[in-house]
């Protein structure tokens, strides 16, 4: 499947690939990271949540690893569908306020 | 269970003029939280009450304000609007720290 080292805008996948995208995060005290899918005219959508005493956590195809080391989150799609393009954020809490990425574009062409 | 639910949708407003954009958070849920997303800045946080309390602030002028009803339903609203006002306004609601924040769909803000 497709991966990328550091946060780039976009990524292309064809359908049924593994998708990995990363996130660095700028705050070593944050202890609570989550994930958002973000489509079209809609608010962002909750995916999935870590928390800073874990290193990995599965949901349903998705699995977030986090790397306190480098401070660095990843977000991994299992078997890539079209209805997973979108915009995908990593956010981490800084109080009681989420401080977010950039974003990455996924493109899942069929 | 009902998700948050912002009202309006869609708002044109004029440079100078003030505007009010409403959250109802999910039932049970005490904190709302509110963000501006750009295409330029992205996701940035405004400001997040807890119990009618402010507990936290972005880095916004004073003309970005908001405030929490007992009910837990929130407003912001913004004076003296200027063009690069102009964004997606987004709420979002949770039951506390570390417990998830759930998004509604954003109150779209263009000021001509």
């Known amino acids: 499947g497709e991966s990328v080292g550091l946060h780039l805008p976009t990524l292309s996948v064809q359908e049924g690939d593994n998708s990995i995208i990363n996130c660095a995060y700028s705050?070593?005290?944050?202890?609570?990271f989550i994930w958002y899918k973000q489509e079209s005219g809609k608010g962002p959508q909750f995916i999935i949540d870590?928390?800073?005493?874990?290193d990995k956590r599965q949901g349903q195809r998705v699995t977030v690893l986090l790397n306190k080391t480098v401070k660095h989150l990843s977000l991994q799609i299992a078997a890539t569908q079209p209805g997973d393009s979108a915009v995908y954020f990593c956010?981490?809490?800084?109080?009681?306020?989420?401080?977010f990425g950039k974003g990455t574009t996924l493109s899942v062409s069929s | 269970k009902a998700g948050v639910t912002q009202t309006p949708r869609y708002l044109i407003k004029t440079r100078g003029q003030q505007v009010t954009l409403s959250c109802s958070p999910i039932?049970?849920?005490?904190?709302v939280s509110w963000y501006q997303q750009t295409p330029g800045q992205g996701l940035q946080f405004l400001f997040e009450y807890f119990s009618e309390t402010q507990r936290n602030k972005g880095n916004f002028p004073g003309r970005f304000s908001g405030r929490q009803f007992s009910n837990s339903r929130s407003e912001m609203n913004v004076s003296t609007l200027e063009l690069g006002d102009s964004a997606l306004y987004l709420c979002?609601?949770?039951?506390?720290?570390?417990?998830?924040?759930?998004f509604g769909s954003g109150t779209r803000l263009t000021v001509v």
């Open positions: 979002a609601s949770s039951a506390g720290v570390g417990y998830g924040y759930t």
């Open positions: 039932s049970g849920h005490r904190s």
């Open positions: 956010a981490e809490n800084e109080g009681t306020a989420l401080i």
């Open positions: 705050n070593s005290a944050s202890d609570y």
């Open positions: 870590i928390r800073s005493n874990m």
